[in-house]
């Protein structure tokens, strides 16, 4: 296994652009989660994949994010006109199955800062 | 729904004493129970994964228990060194959550291992 990638691993935007983060799971991981970690909290789900499907969305996600995992391979999540709340830690994670011996592995982050 | 909640948020021993960090979550309903170590500005490192029907797991100098009836889990760690220093994260996966897979985190405990 080559873990859990992402990239970039450091995003600076202005408030209004979009951007796009990519997320390369473990290889032959059926499930695919996106979470959000802000400063000094735990990490949040936003949405998940099994596959190439996305099964479940969160609250948090608002129509100005949208995730797409084409072919159940690498995932991306774009942010449109980004807003100084979406400031955060991306983190993406894999795992093999939905058992419940499962372990997710968590890719490094991609840290957005918006001005 | 389920919450989950770590106590102390800060914690700060000197290197070879022994340590326990708390977690509680408030629906007894889960799959398991997953403790994470997470280095500053970094992802998260799977540390121990605990099923609803056991009661601990061990890894090295990691213990981790669970007792659901109390919704508590704790993670020992036996003769802290400095590198154990961090932030140690606890997750349930809920039955609430259905076939998600979903992890529900709590805020953190952040570690100092004194030398």
């Known amino acids: 296994d080559t873990g859990v990638s992402q990239d970039p691993r450091h995003k600076i935007t202005k408030r209004g652009q979009n951007v796009t983060f990519r997320c390369d799971p473990i290889s032959e991981h059926n499930r695919l989660y996106w979470y959000r970690q802000t400063l000094g909290q735990g990490p949040e789900f936003l949405t998940y994949f099994q596959n190439e499907a996305q099964l479940e969305k969160s609250r948090l996600l608002s129509d100005r994010f949208s995730a797409e995992r084409p072919k159940g391979s690498f995932s991306t999540l774009e942010i449109q006109r980004t807003e100084q709340g979406d400031s955060a830690m991306y983190l993406c994670?894999?795992?093999?199955?939905?058992?419940?011996?499962?372990?997710?592995?968590f890719g490094p982050g991609t840290r957005l800062t918006v001005l | 729904k389920q919450e989950v909640t770590q106590i102390p948020a800060a914690l700060s021993v000197p290197e070879g004493e022994n340590l326990v960090l708390n977690c509680s979550f408030t629906?007894?309903?889960?799959?398991?129970l997953q403790w994470f170590r997470q280095d500053p500005g970094k992802g998260l490192t799977s540390l121990l994964l605990?099923?609803?029907?056991?009661r601990e797991q061990t890894s090295g100098r990691l213990n981790a228990s669970l007792d659901k009836s109390s919704g508590r889990s704790t993670l020992y760690i036996a003769a802290s060194q400095p590198g154990d220093s961090a932030t140690y994260l606890c997750a349930a996966r809920s039955v609430g959550s259905g076939n998600t897979g979903k992890l529900i985190f709590g805020q953190g405990t952040t570690l100092q291992v004194k030398p």
């Open positions: 994670a894999s795992s093999r199955g939905d058992r419940v011996t499962d372990t997710q592995y």
């Open positions: 605990i099923q609803s029907s056991q």
């Open positions: 629906d007894s309903a889960i799959y398991n």
